[in-house]
């Protein structure tokens, strides 16, 4: 560990107090390698665009691409306290509100499954090279499916997206989940008839689960979230989209316009893959944050102490309980924290009443949708330009006065598909907590 700032931080670690953490290894950078990746995806999604447009309905219009709006939250600005010119301006990226899964999920879980599909269909002669991969979505294909079977661990998301996608191809879907998964995730599954086993322990030990099982049946694929190149590859190309839409805006990022990401992170894959393509995309005028839970931050614990072994936040006397369920994880993909080393800004944590205010002021103040795990991405502005090592940070990497010009967004990932009446719940949890965020009565 190389952090001056180490002792006190992980006093605050262990005391599940708010906290941010700048990674001393950053190197913000052209990254070829990045460039690469984001390309190969790239490729990939217009290759499945057309079955994705044939499988789902919903999806006719944009021609098969699974993608949400950058949204300008002006009022919402404001209401978070950032509304003074040093903040820059700061927009909701709206993966809450994707199509088909209702998360930041279906970049990942629909772009694996239909890739494994479509490789599993050539490997057993059931599509020849050449033939389109419409024929996926035909009845023939659904039975050629319906002999295999497709696993997956989650804490939710991850699930309802590898289980929409495997179901509506036709395979048979085991999902397996923690203790923590919300009832009307399961619920909501079991209705697509998927199968959804769930273990009394924590998230990582629901994923050993499933590997296992999967492990044991020859017809089986099981989609690893805690090491995956297909997920991470899928997560990657929402870059992309990203920089269309801040042109479309008029918003060139440059030196004098830098871009930080706030990514809300569980395992690491979502915000890890979209992070690495938008260093592919923004180089080194991009800095990504990732956002977790005072009691579960794996990615904070593991990045923090550069080990190659898995560091679970149970070491840190901490207990991986928190309400926001899609980032309730103790031990982060080791993938993900080797490809970020050099990549990643920093990790910031904050605790759940503070999630629960900002989800009924989005709610409030932008009429978004969204759920706990997806509200972590606003306090991002706060840590960079109120805390002592945030300013440090922007003294250190961005050019004088830029921060007028930056642009902040915080990565909402997940929430359309809450029943309304859970919602509601949400909503009036932040509303009776008051307006004061525990966050800002901090000493950072
Ligand atoms: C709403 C939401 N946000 C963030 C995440 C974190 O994604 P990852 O586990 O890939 O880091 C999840 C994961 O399920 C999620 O459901």
New binding site residues.
Partial sequence: MSSPLEAPLLDRIKSARPTLWCNPAYVPAVDPEAAEGLSKALDDWALIAPLLEALFPQLKQSGGEIASDLIDVPDLQTALGYGAPHFGRLFVKGDHDLPVAG???AR?GLFEVLMHAVNEARAFGFLAADESLTKLASTEAHSFFGRRTIAVG?????GLSVGLAARTLGYNVVVHMSADAKEWKIERLRRFGVKVMQYEGDYNLAVAAARDAASRDPLAYFVD?EDSELLFRGYSAAAAELKTQLEDAGIVIGPDRPLFLYL?????????GIAYGARAVFGPDVHCFFAEPVQSPSALVQMMHGSDQPLPVYEFGLSNKTEA???A?ATMSQLVARRMRERLAGVYTAGDDDLFRWVSLAYSHAGLQI?P??AIGFAGPHFLLSTEAGRHFCATHLAPDALNRAVHVAWA???SLVPEVQFQTFVDRGSSLGSQFDLMREDL
């Fill in positions: 998360s930041v999920k990942g989650s804490t939710g998301n991850l979230d809300p992170c569980g395992i690491g894959g979502a915000p890890g369920d899609g980032m994880v759920e795990s997806a990932t997940g929430g």
